[in-house]
């Protein structure tokens, strides 16, 4: 079983609609959790840290569910830039590596 | 402010030949960290040098893989006699301090070998 998963897509949605996806990991002792945006062949970019709260920056919200050890990113009122790869990225422990998923493809249509 | 740069952005070379791959990271930035990306899949880590001493070098896949760092800023990745395996995007990053401290990437160079 792979340390973090997330289900490749593509996911194709019409722009203007909500889209959510998850990513789950194995190790039950990660402290940190990210999502990542990366554009077709760009440098992945933070797009927000996620809290034990859960966190919304706009039309984006993170959560984290310990105990089902996954985290989401739900994305409201989709535009056509943010058709892009989303990554999952977890730091185990209190270390410095972070393991990343191999991300989620969205496609947001007109 | 400048963020982190890599050159040379592309780089060809045949199976067997040596290449240097370069990293200038956020001035002030500590920490240093070398990944390898794939197509379809995350990046992987490789190596990861707090100032000027690879603090991790757990990732490097075999020998043929160097890194140095030795004023604490500039990087510099080696690969011995490639193969084709190697072919991928390198994706350096760095940040403030070592951690859970946020990494910046840069744009990472494109390695494909012949």
């Known amino acids: 079983r792979k340390e973090v998963e997330q289900d490749p897509g593509p996911f194709n949605v019409p722009e203007g609609a909500t889209v959510a996806f998850n990513c789950t990991y194995s190790?039950?002792?990660?402290?940190?959790f990210f999502w990542y945006r990366q554009d077709c062949r760009k440098e992945p970019k933070l797009l927000m840290s996620v809290y034990s709260s859960g966190n919304e920056d706009g039309r984006f919200t993170a959560q984290l569910n310990r105990a089902s050890q996954y985290i989401s990113l739900l994305i409201r009122d989709s535009k056509l830039s943010d058709s892009a790869t989303y990554l999952c990225v977890v730091i185990p422990d209190s270390n410095y590596q972070l393991i990343w998923g191999a991300g989620t493809k969205l496609i947001i249509k007109p | 402010g400048a963020g982190v740069s890599q050159t040379p952005s592309n780089k060809v070379t045949e199976k067997g030949k040596y290449v240097e791959l370069r990293c200038d990271p956020i001035?002030?930035?500590?920490?240093l960290y070398w990944y390898r990306q794939s197509l379809g899949q995350g990046p992987e880590f490789l190596i990861y040098?707090?100032?000027?001493?690879?603090?991790?070098d757990s990732g490097l896949p075999n020998d043929r893989f160097f890194a140095v760092r030795p004023e604490g800023s500039v990087s510099t990745l080696k690969i011995q006699r490639t193969e084709r395996g190697d072919s991928a995007v390198y994706l350096c990053?760095?940040?403030?301090?070592?951690?859970?401290?946020?990494?910046?990437f840069g744009p990472g160079t494109r390695l494909t070998v012949l």
């Open positions: 040098f707090q100032g000027t001493g690879a603090a991790d």
């Open positions: 001035s002030g930035h500590t920490a």
């Open positions: 190790n039950s002792a990660s402290q940190s």
């Open positions: 990053a760095s940040s403030l301090w070592a951690g859970t401290d946020t990494q910046y």
